[in-house]
Structures are given as structure tokens and as C-alpha cells.
């Protein structure tokens, strides 16, 4: 398939790249910035990403491999990451996955047919005072209840974004 | 220049020398799996670490410098109890496949686990990590993920040497594997050497596999004769078949082997092997077919030419040369060869395909001859009846046979060598049925040793010649590849 | 005592300028760098990202003779559990950082800076860019800085996942644009880091603290906290505490006092029964070690656990220790970087032990297997994500082994604990 990267990428790439000494150091922004593009990191914007930067496609690979935040298939309009580390999991992180398994009807890893969530659980997400923790794409919601992540859930649902806490 | 001691041994190392280059100083060996003396240092395996008296961790033999003063302890308790640990922990997620896999007999897990655990594993085989089995890497290599160890030599080796970047690591933790781009070949001029580089049995040569175990193999130290580079290798053998070429590392030359030189053993058994001779189309007998020849050449009364081979010995060489001016005495041979030398991939292949461009010219310095470009005048000229030559060399001189049309009598190991419209050829030897000297690019003289026999009925070139010569009437007396080197000086 | 990093109402830059802010760094232009390193190792500021490395000495190690560029970095990789402080300093105060990396720029010599926020934070990233730009806009960081003829770029650098980067040298290679793996030590940073070059590396409580120490004299700042545990210190308090939370207390400070004055105590109904004291990877506490233990570098390590982070994560008597554990063996499992064989397969088999203790298919030599992988896997690989892994099983195991008894012999949490 033929992927090109559009000129609006390629400006936002070469600010990026200018922030190092060395282009390719801006490799983990740009898979950023595809993954913004496209809702995950796909096969052949690694491609592109590799010919961009003139760095062997393995490298690209490995990198978007190592990291857990790029998605390798396409994630659902709301990517709900529920923090399962000790802190939360003291709190009841356990409960609220299972909340949102019964609710969804996915387990995680998958994606709701209707493409709007993809379940996750994720390591320590760095705001254990206010466990439990969901990162729903790139907004925590902290101190969350089943009641709380009930509401959040229908809010997403009908096309509201729901205020943080 | 620290001193330290290693094991209670006093030694003295130039500055930046790791302990584990120290101790081989010393004798002393180190396992390793990361570690290649010709590789960027990884630390990774961590199967070389060693105990530093008074240091609060045991550190690693391959990166760590030895500094003044050091105690190294490569046996102690503790070290010993890494090196049972290490091992364990690579054992846990390795298949129990020894049995079927290629590898065993110089695995470095076998080896290891035998010279240093011998521990039976605590770990649950219902809890292995299940990764991919084999599965072609490309043209010439097998990759089975299940039995790799995550060294990285082999990342190393097409990122640092062949700067080919095809593999790396995926992913991380205990999930990670070597991988290349889907749909991608592995197949870079050296890839082979990943077999030899991986120390286990995830990357396997295609051509061995499953040819033999490896404990039946001997090893001969020969020459590689892929090109003008002249790579030290060693043939591992067994009961006169060849099973596969290896480099012998050393600093002249070689660290690896290019695949084209590495399978250039298969010329060997190579399904056109000539082991009668050919005049005209027809196979005859060896005997018959050197008595026509001498007689054409007889016939001729001095119309003959002779030229020399790159791809041939010193001794093959220089035989033809005594053939043309003390035999037959005609003062039109040549052995004056030029190509141009040099390493062309900034590795090891090099511009000259041939051999031994640089031996012919140290029998042209010893018994002379005439320039190519003459000799290729003179028959083009037709001065000739019959020109006497070696299968590819002839190829040097084809425009100009075309034109006067001599009797091409050649030498040549395999059927597909014999260049259109020769009236006879002769099978000869290969290299790995007879020995034979060699000039590599850099001058470095170079013999090769015969790991086996030659086909019933084929001889050495050097032979061959011999009897032609003798056929003719004139007598060369050359009873051995030596007897031909006499008039030749080696610088 | 007054707040040094966790002030209220100094996040935008004119309130921060209004508290006093920038007046240090104006002072520092016009000190030697050679003394402001002086006057932080005076200071007896440790760093406060986990090992507790003098930050003085470490900015002394730059080589003074070095061509070519110098780097400083800001580890704001926050990822060890329990640990949330960076984040609350990022909101509260992020100009004390920048204020902080331009002082520490100017004493290495540093001509750019880049935050290493961890990719997560994508809120406190956006509000640190926007905070840069106006440090820049008011002259504060770009060039010739207050009209010194110094001058400082500092980015922002977002990682993408993966605690390992969080580790200095790690967190290099992820800046360079590689995975997160870390290097082999030495070369140290400090001669060959970032692109090759002398590299500082300071967690952002460290560098926060860097414009108070200049202002008030590093004499000052030692004189805060108890002994060589100099300074205030945020503690990070997560668990079932009445207020959890980060608070700045100086160093020393004792848990009890942590727990009832600063956290309002357990939540009605938990009662204590252990703690981590320093994150995930510090061993752990019992209620007793820690209810005696006062929080700064020596007394913990006397305790035989470690400040850490400052993450105080509180367990109580509802916790069962072999599924807690469990949960930290997970999170190991899945961040190990996969280089070193130890820890790559080591992380894995505690994980799948642990599973086999909490799935009821657990043998009693299985603790003892357990306690074996760990001791083989300590202190021996490139990077501490081992030791990390290793430290809370062994003192589990220790401390509770009970728990693990009754798991092998087929117990449920519930009933185990």
C-alpha cells in the first residue's frame, strides 16, 4: 500500500527534528505524531518514518515495538488505560477493570465493535495519591469509584467529554 | 601498562585491555555469548562475569578494563554461582529440542551447561515462552526464535560489518526476538557467517542443515579461492565429502567468509564434474585423450601457445610454463596477467574474482614469456595451430580464437566450464583434492591442504602436463607440485 | 517550616517572578561556575530520583577541559510506582525546574537542556512547553540570558512508555531516539552522555530545589533535614491513608509523623501492616520497622530498605503480600528491557511463580525457588530494574513468609493473609 506522509507532517517533522542535533533522535516524537495521525502506528508509516529519517526500517520496528504506548492496530476513539499497579490495585483497580469488561463486552487488549473504546491495563501511570487511575487517550481521571467511571462511560458514549478528576 | 592478577597470575596488559582478553593472555577462559572479539561490546549475557577482590559486584570480564592493581578471580564461589544462574535462566525458555536441532555438538548452551551447571531446572515447562519455531530467514539461513538467547551478535553483525541493518531486537523483556521486516530476505554477501556467529541453534546455515552431525566432522585448514582476497578457512569433512566451509579468523586477512566463498566448496561435488577427458564432444578415457592432444601439438612443430590461469595454482602454473618452453618449445606463452586488486565492498570480496592473478605473475618474473596483448595478436594473427590454456582463462582470449580458429585444448574441473569450440579438455584436480600455492591481492603466499580425493581418475593439473610433456617426447620430470616451484622465487 | 518546591500559586511566571523567582539565577550569573558547584555540594543536595547521588559531585565530573557541547537533562520519566511527585511539581511550580536547569546549565556549562517527561504526561508536558516560552519571552532561557552572554535552550522530550527510561542511561538512548536499554557504565554521562557528549542528568525535585540553595547559601540548605539527608523532601504517600498525597517535609522526618500529622493517619477500619518506603523497588517494611524508621537516606538503609523516591506506599491487614507482590512482579515482567539474561528471565519466572502461588498451584520449595531467582538475579546485570525486581521479593519473603506457606498449601488471599 502506498502510505505517504502528508506535507503537514513533514513541516511538524522537520520542527521536531531540529530540536536535536541528530534527525533521527526525533524518532519517538514523529511515532508520536503518526500515531496522532492515524490512532496507532501502522506498518507503513514506519516505512515512510524510515525513509524520512534515512534509518533502517528495523530500527523504526524495534522502537515502536519497545514502547508501550504505540498502538500497533488501530485503537477506539477512547483508549481507556486502567492503571492495574499497586497503588490502584489497592484501591480497587481490579473491580473497575472488571466494571468496564461487563460494560463493554471486550476484554483487554480488544476494541469495542463500534470502534469507540479500546480496553487496556497499564502499568503505574504516576498518580498513586489519587488511585485509582484511568487514562482515557491522553486525560487522567483520578480517584475514580465504580459510580464515577459508570458516568464517564456514558458521557463517552454520547459524544461528551467528560471533565477531568 | 596495568599490572594485575588474574586467578592469582601476575600480568602485565597494555592500557584499555578487558579482563577477558587479559585472561585468554593468560589461558584462561571465560565464557561468553555477547562477546565477539570483532563486534561492538554488548555486556549483555552476562555469562562473563568475573569477581574483582574488594569490588561490591561481579562484573563483566568483556567490558571491563583491567586497571593496576586488579585481583580477578574467574572461579570463585561467587562467580561460579553466577555462572550456574545465567545458565539456568537462558535454559528456562529454550526448547528441549537437542535432539532435532542442528546445533548440538558445538552449541555454546550445550557446552556450557555441561562445563558449568549440570543443574537440574526448577522451571515449570508448562511455563516456557512460547516463540516462533523456524522458518526461512532468507535464501541461505534458518531462523528459530524459540532457541535463540537474545545475544545480539548477530544485530551486531549486519549493523557493525555488512551495515545491512536487516535484524533487530522486537519488543522487550521476555516477549523480545530477532526479526527482520516481513517479507524481507536476509541475504546479505555474508549472512552465512550468522550461523557460525549464533551460539546456539536459532540461526542455522540452510545448506548444512541436517547433512551431518557435526561430532563426525574433521577439519582441514585450507585457502578460500572465491576471489584474489585468499580468506584462511577450514573444510569440515567426513568420509570424502565436503559438508560446508568455515573462516579461520586470523589477522591477515579474515574474520568472516562471504557466502560465495563459503559455498564455493560445492565445485567439488558439483553434478558436471569431468572425470574423463573431451575431444570434440566425446568422453574418452584420460590416456587416449592426452595421446591426441600430444600428438596435435607434436603436429603443430611449434605453432602452439600457451597461456597461463589466474584461477590455477603457483605449481599448475608454473608446469604449464615448463610444458611451453622446455617441452614444446615455443616461445609464445604467456603468463603475463593483470587485474585490478583491492577489496571492493570495504569487507572482504575483492575486484579480482580470481585466485592467483598475483601468482601467475611471480612465475612470468621466474620463467618469462610474452605479453597478453601479443599473444592475443599472434593468434589472432593465426599464428597458431594449438593454443593450450585453462577453461576460464580461455575466455581472456576468446575474440581472438574466434578469428584464426586454433585447436583449443583446456583444462577444466566441470563440464559448464569447457568454452564453446574446444577441441579437447582434460579434468584436472580442484584445490580441495590436491594442494596447490596461492598469491592473495596483499602477496601473502598461501597453500591450500586437500581435506579430499580427488574422483578416481582425476589428477592434479601439474600431472597432467607432465605427461603430455612426456608424450610429446620431452620430459619435465615432475614428480610432485613441488618439483614445479623449483625455478620460482617468493618474495 | 516553609515550603521550598511545593509553593501554592507560583505555577504562572509573573507570580512565580512576584515570590522572588529568577532573582537566583540572576545571582548565579554572576557567580563563577565553579562555585555554584561548590555551593550545591556544600549543600549536601542528594539526587532525588532514587540513588541519592550527590548532585554537586555529579555536576563536577564534567570534565572542565571538554570541547564541544555539554548537556544538561532532566529525568522527569516518573514511572516507579508509587512515586508522583514530579508530576505535582510540574503543576505547582514548573518554573522552579527551569529556573533550576538554567543555574545547573550555567555551573556544567551546558548550552542545552531537554526534559525527559515520560510520554504519559501529556498535560504536564503541554504545561511545561508553555512555561519554557515564557521563561523565554522574559529573557530567563535562549540567548545571552539577563544580558550575561550566557546561553540555554531548554526542550521538552515526551518518552512513550516504558519505566526503564527512568534509569539515566536508558533514558539517553531514548533521547537519542533508540530504545530504552541501558548502557554499560563506565563511559559515565558526565564524560560521554547524551549524543556522545558530557551529559548532567538530575531528576526534577533536584533541580527544583537548585534556585533555593543559591539564594540562601548551600549552608543553609544542609542545615535543613538531619545529617547527610540534607534538604525537604517530597514524599509521595499513596494507600489507604486518610490523605494521600505529596508532601515536603525535611528529610528525617519520621513515618509515624508522616502518616498521622501529614496523612491524617489509616482510614478508619485499616490497620497498618507494612510499607514501601522508597517505591516498588525499595524492601519492604513491616507496620513495626516502619512505625520506628525515620525517612532519610541512612536511617532507612540501617532499616535495610531505602529512601527511594520518596514513595511511600502504605499497606494495610485487608492486603494479602504474595498477590501485592504478584502485582509488582507483573509490572517488573513487563518493563524489563530484555538485555540482560537475569533480569529478562528472571522478571518473567518470579511473575509466573507468583502466579502460581496466587492460582493455587504453588509448592512449599517453590518459595524457596523463589527466593533463589531473586538472590541470582541481584546485583547482577547492567541497570538495577533487577535489583528492583529482587529487593521486594527477598524481603516479602522474608518478612512474610507465612502468607506464602499458606498459599502453598492452598489457602486463598482471603484466608492467607
Redesign the interface.
Known amino acids: 500500500m502506498a502510505f505517504k506522509l502528508s506535507e503537514e507532517f513533514k513541516t511538524k517533522a522537520e520542527k521536531l527534528c531540529a530540536k536535536y542535533p541528530r534527525r533521527d533522535a526525533a524518532l519517538i516524537p514523529l511515532l508520536h505524531e503518526l500515531q496522532k495521525e492515524a490512532g496507532y502506528v501502522a ?1 507503513e508509516g514506519m516505512d515512510a518514518l524510515a525513509l524520512f529519517l534515512e534509518l ?4 523504526v ?2 522502537v515502536a ?2 514502547y508501550t504506548m504505540f498502538n500497533r492496530e488501530p485503537a477506539g476513539k477512547y483508549h481507556l488505560q486502567v492503571c492495574r499497579n499497586i497503588s490502584c490495585h489497592m484501591a480497587g483497580a481490579e473491580g473497575l477493570l472488571e466494571r468496564l469488561r461487563a460494560a463493554l463486552g471486550i476484554a483487554e487488549g480488544e476494541t469495542t465493535k463500534d470502534g469507540l473504546f479500546t480496553l487496556s491495563a497499564v502499568e503505574c501511570l504516576g498518580a498513586c495519591g489519587s488511585a485509582p487511575v484511568m487514562q482515557v487517550n491522553d486525560d487522567y481521571f483520578e480517584n475514580l469509584t465504580g459510580e464515577k467511571l459508570d458516568v464517564i462511560l456514558e458521557e463517552l458514549k454520547h459524544g461528551k467529554y467528560p471533565s477531568q478528576k | 601498562m596495568p599490572k594485575l592478577t588474574i586467578d592469582g597470575k601476575n600480568i602485565e596488559v597494555a592500557k584499555g585491555t578487558t579482563l577477558l582478553e587479559a585472561a585468554q593472555q593468560l589461558g584462561i577462559y571465560i565464557p561468553r555469548y555477547c562477546y565477539h572479539p570483532k563486534l561492538s ?7 562473563c ?1 568475573v569477581e574483582v577482590e574488594r569490588g ?3 562484573v ?1 570480564a568483556c ?1 571491563t578494563e583491567a586497571a593496576d592493581g586488579m585481583a580477578v578471580l574467574t572461579a570463585s564461589d561467587k562467580v561460579m554461582a ?1 555462572r550456574r ?2 545458565l ?3 535454559l ?2 529454550h526448547p528441549l529440542d537437542c535432539p532435532i536441532c542442528d546445533q548440538a555438538g558445538e552449541c555454546g548452551l550445550q557446552d556450557y551447561y555441561m562445563k558449568y551447571s549440570l543443574r537440574k531446572s ?3 515447562q508448562e ?1 516456557k ?1 512460547l516463540r516462533q519455531k523456524r522458518r526461512a530467514a532468507g535464501p541461505r539461513l534458518m531462523l528459530d526464535n524459540e532457541r535463540c ?2 545475544c545480539t551478535r548477530c544485530v551486531r553483525f549486519c ?1 557493525e560489518v555488512t551495515k545491512t ?10 516477549h ?1 526476538f530477532i ?4 517479507g524481507k530476505a536476509l541475504d546479505n554477501d555474508y549472512s552465512l557467517n550468522i550461523a557460525d556467529l549464533c551460539p546456539v541453534g536459532a540461526f542455522t546455515s540452510r545448506d548444512f542443515r541436517f547433512k551431518q552431525r557435526v561430532w563426525f566432522l574433521k577439519k582441514t585448514p585450507t585457502i578460500c579461492l572465491g576471489c584474489a582476497t585468499g580468506c584462511k578457512i577450514e573444510a569440515h569433512h567426513n568420509e570424502n565429502t565436503i559438508y560446508r566451509l568455515a573462516p579461520r579468523p586470523n589477522s591477515e586477512t579474515n574474520t568472516w567468509l562471504c557466502d560465495h566463498g563459503r559455498l564455493s566448496y560445492k565445485a567439488v561435488q558439483a553434478g558436471d564434474r569431468l572425470a574423463k577427458g573431451v575431444i570434440k564432444n566425446g568422453l574418452i578415457d584420460l590416456e587416449p585423450a592426452l595421446r591426441e592432444a600430444a600428438t596435435r601439438i607434436d603436429e603443430a612443430k611449434g605453432a602452439v601457445a600457451v597461456l597461463g590461469s589466474p584461477w590455477l595454482s603457483v605449481e599448475d602454473n608454473a608446469a604449464l610454463a615448463r610444458l611451453a618452453k622446455d617441452a614444446i618449445k615455443t616461445e609464445s606463452y604467456c603468463f603475463d596477467l593483470t587485474a585490478e586488486q583491492g577489496i571492493k565492498d570495504g569487507i572482504l570480496i575483492n575486484k579480482d574474482p580470481a585466485p592467483n592473478t598475483s601468482g601467475v605473475k611471480l612465475v612470468k618474473e621466474a620463467l618469462g614469456g610474452i605479453s597478453l596483448e601479443e599473444l592475443v595478436r599472434r593468434i589472432a594473427a593465426g599464428q597458431f595451430k594449438v593454443v593450450l590454456t585453462e577453461a576460464r582463462a580461455a575466455l581472456l582470449i576468446k575474440d581472438a580464437l574466434k578469428t584464426s580458429g586454433p585447436r583449443l585444448i583446456v583444462f577444466a574441473c566441470a563440464k559448464s566450464e569447457i568454452p564453446a569450440g574446444a577441441y579437447a579438455t582434460f579434468p584436472y584436480a580442484t584445490y580441495f583434492e590436491t594442494p596447490g600455492t596461492f598469491v592473495n591481492y596483499q602477496g601473502l603466499r598461501r597453500r591450500t591442504e586437500a581435506p579430499v580425493e580427488a574422483p578416481e581418475g582425476v589428477k592434479p593439473l601439474w600431472a597432467l602436463v607432465n605427461k603430455l610433456a612426456a608424450y610429446s617426447g620431452a620430459g619435465l620430470r615432475l614428480d610432485s607440485a613441488e618439483d614445479a616451484l623449483k625455478e620460482i622465487i617468493f618474495k | 517550616m516553609e515550603n521550598i518546591l511545593l509553593k501554592n500559586n507560583v505555577a504562572g511566571i509573573e507570580a512565580y517572578f512576584a515570590d522572588g523567582g529568577y532573582k537566583p539565577l540572576k545571582k548565579a550569573l554572576g557567580l563563577k561556575p565553579a562555585d555554584i558547584i561548590e555551593e550545591v555540594k556544600k549543600s549536601n543536595l542528594r539526587g532525588r530520583g532514587g540513588a541519592g547521588f550527590p548532585a554537586g559531585l555529579k555536576w563536577s565530573f564534567i570534565p572542565k577541559d571538554a570541547q564541544g557541547p555539554r548537556y544538561l537533562v532532566c529525568n522527569a520519566d516518573e514511572g516507579e510506582p508509587g512515586t508522583f511527585k514530579d508530576r505535582e511539581l510540574l503543576r505547582k511550580n514548573p518554573h522552579a525546574l527551569i529556573e533550576g536547569m538554567a543555574i545547573a546549565a550555567y555551573a556544567i556549562g551546558a548550552g542545552h537542556g531537554y526534559i525527559y517527561i515520560r510520554g504519559e504526561f501529556a498535560a504536564e508536558a503541554e504545561l511545561l512547553e508553555k512555561a519554557v516560552a515564557a521563561a523565554r519571552a522574559k529573557g530567563f532561557i535562549g540567548k545571552n540570558i539577563l544580558g550575561s552572554g550566557f546561553n540555554f535552550e531548554i526542550f521538552t522530550h515526551r518518552g512513550a512508555g ?1 519505566y526503564i527510561c527512568g534509569e539515566e542511561t536508558a533514558l539517553l538512548e531514548s533521547l537519542e531516539g533508540y ?1 530504552g536499554q541501558p548502557r ?1 557504565k563506565p563511559p559515565f554521562p558526565a564524560i560521554k552522555g547524551l549524543f556522545g557528549c558530557p551529559t548532567v542528568i538530575n531528576n526534577v525535585e533536584t533541580l527544583a530545589a537548585v534556585p533555593a540553595i543559591i539564594e540562601k547559601g548551600g549552608d543553609w540548605y544542609a542545615a535543613l533535614g538531619s545529617g547527610k539527608s540534607a534538604g525537604t523532601k517530597l514524599f509521595c504517600v499513596s494507600g489507604p491513608v486518610n490523605k494521600p498525597g505529596v508532601y515536603e517535609l525535611p528529610l528525617g522526618v519520621t513515618f509515624l509523623d508522616l502518616l498521622e500529622k501529614s496523612c491524617g493517619g489509616m482510614k478508619t477500619g485499616k490497620k497498618l501492616k507494612a510499607v514501601l518506603p522508597g517505591g516498588s523497588s525499595t524492601p519492604v517494611l513491616t507496620a513495626e520497622e516502619a512505625l520506628a524508621v525515620k525517612l532519610d537516606y541512612e536511617s532507612l538503609a540501617a532499616a535495610g530498605s531505602m529512601l527511594g523516591s520518596g514513595a511511600v506506599i502504605v499497606i494495610d491487614e485487608s492486603q494479602c503480600m504474595v498477590k501485592l507482590l504478584q502485582v509488582l512482579a507483573r509490572f517488573y ?10 533480569c ?6 518470579i511473575d ?1 511463580l507468583l502466579s ?1 502461588f496466587e492460582e493455587g498451584r504453588a509448592e512449599k520449595k517453590d518459595i524457596d ?1 523463589l527466593y533463589s531467582v531473586a538472590e ?1 538475579m541481584l ?4 541497570c538495577p530494574l533487577a535489583d528492583a525486581m529482587a529487593m521486594p521479593v527477598m524481603s516479602f519473603v522474608k518478612k512474610f513468609r507465612a502468607e506464602f506457606e499458606a498459599h502453598a498449601a492452598g489457602k486463598t488471599c482471603a484466608e492467607a493473609k
Not at chain 2, 165 to 174: H, I, T
Not at chain 2, 179 to 182: A, N, Q, T
Open positions: 506498518e533502517p526500517y528495523s530500527r520496528k524495534a515495538t519497545f | 561490546v554488548s555486556g549483555s549475557c552476562r555469562m562475569l561490591p559486584k561481579l563483566t567490558s553466577a544462574d545465567v539456568e535462566f537462558l528456562i525458555n526448577r522451571f515449570s511455563d515462552v538467547i537474545l549493523s541493518f536487516e535484524l533487530e531486537v522486537m519488543e522487550r523483556s521476555d523480545s526479526d527482520l521486516k516481513e | 516504558a530504545k554499560l515482567h513487563h518493563e524489563s528491557c530484555g538485555q540482560c539474561t537475569p529478562r528471565e528472571g522478571c518473567g519466572w509466573k502460581r525457588t541470582g546485583g547482577r546485570t547492567i
